[in-house]
């Protein structure tokens, strides 16, 4: 079970943030609430004990992150700003924690929601940026969706947690899943839409949710339609019913179909020589 990415439900809180800055990424003082640097990235306000200086790519990444929600997935932008807030070392994270939020089980990120759009809290670690854009995902699906099912919501913060040049073609987890397809070990739609809870998820369940989202977003344009529809009929409060029914319909023998999507899948020969001549491409 991975025990980096949860997204738990606590208390609401309440966002002091002046609308003028929704779009900017500029710096603000905020010493006498104890922050060293505070910042506005797009619906994100980030509170850090450290100065952001040097993680200027990082907040445009995240600025950049509801749009490719929106052309993704066709979710909404939030309505309020979410809090973000980022801790230099795990000890001065544990200590926010056991006094805010002395209730909630340690993880080295979180995402909180109860009311209101919720927050992110993560400290700097080995992924610091990888844990962040995750939760921020979480973030932004729950600031909008009323409910997300567990399967979809980690596979799609799996896919959004690596920068944009690496979601395509990149992700650490083709490395073997080519093999673990041929073995048959990916789990079907149905297997994983059964389990509603994070105690029964299992570190291949991520890989696997992961693994149904880039076919959705990359595979038949009939598989993608059916995601957005879905989300749409979430958004709307209509019931949803089962998105592994709903895209047996749509898609006929769809495991076999992702199944061969990730076998076939390759760089496009342009992306290949350019990375291979140093002249550009994903890394």
């Not at 309440?14 to 006498?32: D, F, K, N, Q, T």
């Not at 950049?64 to 700003?81: H, I, M, N, T």
């Not at 969706?145 to 799996?158: F, I, K, N, Q, T």
């Amino acid at each position: 079970m991975m025990m980096t990415h949860r997204h738990l439900s606590f208390v609401p809180f309440v966002l002091i943030v002046a609308a003028s800055a929704w779009w900017a990424i500029r710096p603000a003082a905020c010493h006498a609430r104890g922050w060293t640097d505070v910042r506005a990235a797009g619906p994100f306000i980030v509170r850090a004990d450290f100065p952001l200086v040097g993680f200027e790519e990082l907040l445009k990444e995240l600025s950049g992150l509801q749009l490719d929600l929106e052309r993704s997935l066709g979710v909404e932008a939030p309505k309020e700003f979410i809090e973000l807030y980022l801790f230099s070392d795990e000890r001065t994270y544990r200590a926010f924690l056991n006094h805010h939020f002395p209730d909630i089980a340690y993880r080295r990120a979180l995402f909180l929601k109860h009311d209101g759009p919720g927050r992110v809290l993560v400290h700097k670690n080995p992924e610091f940026e990888i844990d962040i854009r995750h939760e921020c995902t979480h973030a932004l699906l729950h600031s909008t969706l009323p409910m997300v099912p567990l399967w979809l919501d980690e596979g799609l913060a799996e896919y959004f947690e690596q920068p944009p040049e690496r979601r395509v073609h990149d992700n650490p987890y083709f490395k073997n899943l080519k093999w673990t397809l041929r073995f048959g070990a990916v789990a079907d739609l149905e297997k994983l839409e059964k389990k509603g809870h994070f105690s029964e998820l299992r570190r291949e369940d991520y890989r696997d949710s992961w693994a149904w989202v880039h076919f959705l977003l990359h595979g038949p344009p009939e598989a993608r339609h059916e995601l957005i529809q879905f989300l749409r009929d979430i958004q709307s409060s209509a019931p949803p019913g089962a998105f592994g029914q709903r895209l047996a319909r749509r898609l006929p023998n769809a495991r076999t179909r992702m199944t061969q999507h990730h076998l076939h899948w390759k760089r496009p020969p342009q992306e290949e020589l350019a990375g291979r001549t140093g002249q550009g491409g994903a890394r």
